[in-house]
């Protein structure tokens, strides 16, 4: 049983650093988004996906790990406080940095959808607004040197 605290631990471990780099992704979306570059937030979006299925593919895994545990469902901080104590304090550690890591993610993910939200109204507003001037030349234009 105690390779699975192992494995868990590794796959929880994998799983941070994962997150981290939705940090630093995020990070790097809201400096993109700030500065309208298209193309380099599309290139975000495009790793920020295979980020996702990254994640979702290590949620299975520790998904499955806990439930070979015995422990279907449950919090990195609840199998601290059950786990063996050589497993223990880093089980709360890594709880500990996924709680700090998650929140940053949560919070940077809701800042850059409010920014993609004023940048499109403004993108709209000035659309309308420049829409209304009609700029054509006239039947009898001419442009003779």
Same mark, same amino acid.
């Given at each position: 049983? %105690?390779?699975?605290?192992?494995?868990?631990?590794?796959?929880?471990? #994998?799983?941070? +650093?994962?997150?981290?780099?939705? #940090?630093?992704?995020?990070?790097?979306?809201? &400096?993109?988004?700030?500065?309208?570059?298209?193309? +380099?937030?599309?290139?975000?979006?495009?790793?920020?996906?295979?980020?996702?299925?990254?994640?979702?593919?290590? &949620?299975? !895994?520790?998904? @499955?790990?806990?439930? #070979?545990?015995? *422990?279907?469902? !449950? %919090?990195?901080? *609840?199998?601290?406080? +059950?786990?063996? %104590? #050589? *497993?223990?304090?880093?089980?709360?550690?890594? @709880?500990?940095?996924? @709680?700090?890591?998650?929140?940053?993610?949560?919070?940077?993910?809701?800042?850059?959808?409010?920014?993609?939200?004023? %940048?499109? *109204?403004?993108? !709209?507003?000035?659309?309308?607004?420049?829409?209304?001037?009609?700029?054509?030349?006239? @039947?009898?234009?001419?442009?003779?040197?």
């Amino acid at each position: 049983m %105690t390779h699975l605290y192992d494995e868990l631990i590794s796959v929880l471990e #994998q799983e941070f +650093v994962l997150c981290e780099q939705m #940090q630093e992704l995020l990070q790097k979306e809201q &400096d993109v988004i700030l500065a309208l570059n298209a193309s +380099v937030i599309e290139e975000l979006m495009n790793k920020k996906m295979h980020l996702t299925n990254m994640l979702k593919e290590s &949620d299975l !895994k520790r998904e @499955a790990l806990l439930g #070979q545990l015995g *422990y279907p469902n !449950k %919090t990195i901080l *609840y199998l601290a406080e +059950v786990a063996d %104590t #050589q *497993y223990s304090s880093r089980l709360s550690e890594l @709880a500990g940095k996924f @709680a700090d890591v998650v929140a940053e993610i949560t919070e940077l993910n809701k800042m850059n959808g409010r920014l993609v939200k004023r %940048t499109l *109204y403004h993108l !709209k507003s000035s659309a309308s607004f420049l829409g209304g001037f009609s700029v054509t030349g006239g @039947a009898g234009l001419s442009v003779e040197a």
